[in-house]
C-alpha cells in the first residue's frame, strides 16, 4: 500500500510538472481563436502549424536561434577547456594558495549575476565588445566558469593517480598522461559540465538584453520578446511555438546525455 501511495504521488508530481510544457504544445498547435475558447481544450481541435511557418518564414526567428546556437556553443568550448585544465591544476598540483583558490571559485558561483552586469557591461564597453556575440561569451564564462571548475575539480580527484604515474612510467609525458588517461576517465563528468553551460548560455536573458541593443545579433530569450514587442497584442499562440522551438535543443541534448549529467552531478556532489 506505501509503495502504491508512493508511485501515485510521484506520478502527480510528474504531471503537475510536465502539465505546463503539454500545455505550450497544445497552444502552438491551435488556431488563433481556439487558444481562448471557453471552455478551453486540451487538444487542439483543429490542428495547425500555421504559427511554426509565421515564426520561421515572416520573422527573425531563425536569425536569433543561430546567434544563440553560437553563443552556447562557443562558451561550451570555452568553459570546457578552461575549466578541466584549472580543475586539474588544483587537484594534480601542489603551490601556495592552491586551497583557498579553489574556495574562493566557488564563492563567486554564489554571487548573484545581476552583481556582475555593470562592471562586466563597464568592461566590455571599453573593449568594445558589447553588441557582439563574443562579447556574451565572455560574459557567460563569467559565472559558469566557477561552478564548472569545482565540478571537474571533484570529478578529477576521484581518478586514481596511480593510473597517471603509470602511463608517465611508461614513457608518457605530463600531458599525454593528461590526454589519455585523464580525460577518458572524466567524459561524465565533462559531458554534465557541457550541458550545465550549455542550457545556462541557451536560457539566458538578463545579460544578452542588456549587452545587446543591435536586432539582428539578439539571441533567443530577448530576441522573441523584441518580436512580441513590435505588435500591440501579444500572440500567444506565436510565443508558444516559439517557446516549443526554443525547446528542442535542450530537450534532445538532456533526453540523450541524462545519464552522464546523473553520473556527473553525483560525483561532484560527494567528492571534496
Known amino acids: 500500500m506505501k509503495r502504491f501511495l508512493a508511485a501515485l504521488l510521484t506520478w502527480f508530481a510528474v504531471l503537475l510538472v510536465a502539465f505546463p510544457l503539454f500545455w505550450m504544445i497544445s497552444s502552438a498547435l491551435k488556431p488563433h481563436a481556439e487558444t481562448f475558447a471557453i471552455p478551453p481544450t486540451l487538444l487542439p481541435v483543429n490542428w495547425t502549424l500555421e504559427h511554426f511557418q509565421v515564426l520561421v518564414f515572416e520573422t527573425p526567428f531563425l536569425r536569433y536561434f543561430l546567434n544563440s546556437l553560437i553563443v552556447a556553443a562557443l562558451t561550451t568550448a570555452l568553459v ?4 578541466v585544465l584549472g580543475a586539474y591544476s588544483l587537484v594534480r598540483f601542489r603551490y601556495p594558495g592552491r586551497r583557498f583558490m579553489a574556495q574562493l571559485t566557488l564563492f563567486t558561483y554564489l554571487l548573484p549575476a545581476v552583481v556582475l552586469l555593470l562592471p562586466l557591461y563597464l568592461l566590455l564597453a571599453q573593449l568594445g565588445l558589447t553588441n557582439s556575440l563574443f562579447g556574451l561569451v565572455i560574459a557567460y564564462t563569467t559565472f559558469a566558469l566557477p561552478f564548472s571548475l569545482w565540478l571537474l575539480r571533484s570529478f578529477i580527484a576521484a581518478i586514481p593517480i596511480d593510473l597517471e604515474e ?16 585523464v580525460l577518458p576517465q572524466a567524459v561524465p563528468g565533462l559531458i554534465s559540465t557541457a550541458l550545465f553551460t550549455f542550457i545556462l548560455s541557451w536560457n539566458e536573458y538578463l545579460y544578452a538584453l542588456v549587452f545587446i541593443n543591435r536586432n539582428d545579433m539578439k539571441t533567443l ?52
Request: proline content about 4%; aromatic content about 6%; charged content about 10%.
Open 80 to 83: 570546457l577547456v578552461v575549466a
Open 166 to 181: 603509470a602511463a608517465m612510467v611508461d614513457g608518457a609525458s605530463r600531458m599525454g598522461a593528461f590526454r589519455d588517461v
Open 221 to 272: 530569450p530577448p530576441g522573441v520578446i523584441t518580436m512580441l514587442q513590435q505588435n500591440q497584442n501579444i500572440e500567444w499562440s506565436l510565443l508558444m511555438a516559439a517557446s516549443v522551438l526554443m525547446s528542442i535543443p535542450v530537450l534532445i541534448s538532456f533526453s540523450f546525455l541524462q545519464s552522464h549529467l546523473t553520473h556527473g552531478f553525483g560525483a561532484g556532489a560527494v567528492k571534496g
